[in-house]
């Protein structure tokens, strides 16, 4: 079974600072990864598939990058909507499993 | 706009059971693989079940296997799930999803399940 391993836990910044977070897979899942956000008491929503392709919708400041074991997920400058949870998510071919890293918590510093 | 909602959530007792649905609209359900997951008080997200687009093909996580059952009905364009056997450590919100290869590109709003004697 691969294992999504994000860090760090939380992130405390500031509105207009650049956050990275990353997502690191116990074994190589190729660029087959993808982020969602979730906000409280809100659904997730993907926010990029293919390690680095963005989502109808997601603005340009969301970006991913990565391929193999090690990925990252860059917002370039932090909107005030943009505080939440972020998880990163790929799927075991066999058997067919599909796993979440356990989060990263981008809160206001 | 495409749409999933969820139903069924409900307070039940340890050993009860409950059917939650996930009713499609404004996409074509019967072309999409779907999932159920959830996701527990203050905890991060566990997928359960996926189903293909005939009902032909299940796939379940180990720690549900046996007690949970994906079905749907394309004719209605609605996704379901009957947990069995209910634990409090089932106790979650509860989304359905649709599969895009191996990634989830549109969710439910959640119905929340509350397993307590």
């Known amino acids: 079974e691969i294992v999504l391993t994000q860090s760090p836990v939380t992130l405390s910044l500031s509105p207009g600072e650049r956050a990275t977070l990353s997502c690191r897979a116990s074994?190589?899942?190729?660029?087959?990864l993808a982020w969602y956000q979730q906000k409280p008491g809100q659904a997730p929503r993907l926010l990029i598939y293919?390690?680095?392709n963005r989502a109808t919708g997601i603005p340009a400041r969301f970006s991913g990058s990565g391929s193999g074991t090690d990925f990252t997920l860059t917002i370039s400058s932090l909107e005030p909507e943009d505080f939440a949870i972020y998880y990163c998510?790929?799927?075991?071919?066999?058997?067919?499993?599909?796993?979440f890293g356990q989060g990263t918590k981008v809160e206001i510093k | 706009q495409a749409q999933l909602v969820e139903s069924g959530g409900d307070l039940v007792k340890p050993g009860g059971s409950l059917r939650l649905s996930c009713a499609a609209s404004?996409?074509?359900?019967?072309?999409?693989?779907m999932t159920w997951m959830r996701q527990a008080p203050g905890k991060g997200l566990e997928w359960l079940a996926y189903?293909?687009?005939?009902?032909?093909?299940?796939y379940y996580a180990d720690s549900v296997k046996g007690r949970f059952t994906v079905s749907r009905d394309n004719a209605k364009d609605s996704l379901y799930l009957q947990i069995n056997s209910l634990r409090v450590e089932d106790t979650a919100i509860y989304y359905c999803?649709?599969?895009?290869?191996?990634?989830?590109?549109?969710w439910g709003q959640g119905t929340l399940v509350t397993v307590s004697s």
């Open positions: 404004q996409f074509t359900f019967s072309d999409y693989y």
């Open positions: 189903i293909s687009v005939s009902g032909n093909t299940i």
């Open positions: 074994q190589s899942v190729t660029n087959s």
């Open positions: 998510q790929q799927r075991d071919k066999w058997p067919p499993t599909w796993t």
């Open positions: 293919d390690a680095s």
């Open positions: 999803a649709r599969n895009l290869n191996y990634f989830f590109d549109l």
